[in-house]
């Protein structure tokens, strides 16, 4: 049953699901959701959105258990991840080849990249900003601590 659910969604909304050519993901909007997440105190003066992920347990399947099982936290579940934007929409839950999509579409009008700001599970690449973490430096600065604290309440 959710079998059919799960295919009828992608079969009529893949490009939904897909797509970063959405008019919500416009360079002029990215722009507009920049300038939102500035207005709220954020250090970054190119973060658009956010990105997270989170898995919820479920109960072990009849069949394909595969497909569901999580061996990282060694249990079955569903995992979720998405960019949320400044204007509350989801902007993207599709994270298969994600890095590129944003090499090539997260751009202000001026072609300049923008990014999106995840917790300390995210790699740190210019187009995926995440939190200093203490340990990865020689000395965690006051203006580290600062700057995460900063983002951590825009990101609330």
């Not at 989170?54 to 998405?82: C, W």
């Not at 960019?83 to 929409?89: E, F, H, K, P, T």
Request: aromatic share 10%; net charge positive.
């Amino acid at each position: 049953m959710l079998s059919n659910v799960l295919d009828w969604v992608y079969d009529n909304h893949e490009h939904r699901l897909t797509s970063w050519n959405q008019p919500v993901l416009s360079s002029r909007c990215l722009e507009q959701y920049v300038q939102a997440i500035r207005r709220k105190g954020s250090p970054l003066y190119h973060c658009f959105g956010f990105v997270d992920g989170t898995v919820k347990p479920i109960s072990r399947p009849e069949e394909n258990q595969r497909v569901v099982y999580n061996g990282h936290k060694r249990i079955h579940s569903l995992k979720f991840q998405a960019i949320a934007i400044s204007n509350g929409l989801i902007a993207n839950m599709y994270d298969s080849n994600l890095l590129p999509a944003l090499q090539r579409h997260a751009i202000d009008t001026a072609g300049k990249p923008l990014c999106k700001y995840g917790d300390l599970a995210y790699p740190l690449r210019p187009q995926l900003m995440c939190p200093y973490r203490q340990g990865d430096y020689p000395v965690f600065t006051e203006n580290m601590r600062l700057f995460n604290t900063a983002m951590s309440e825009v990101r609330v």
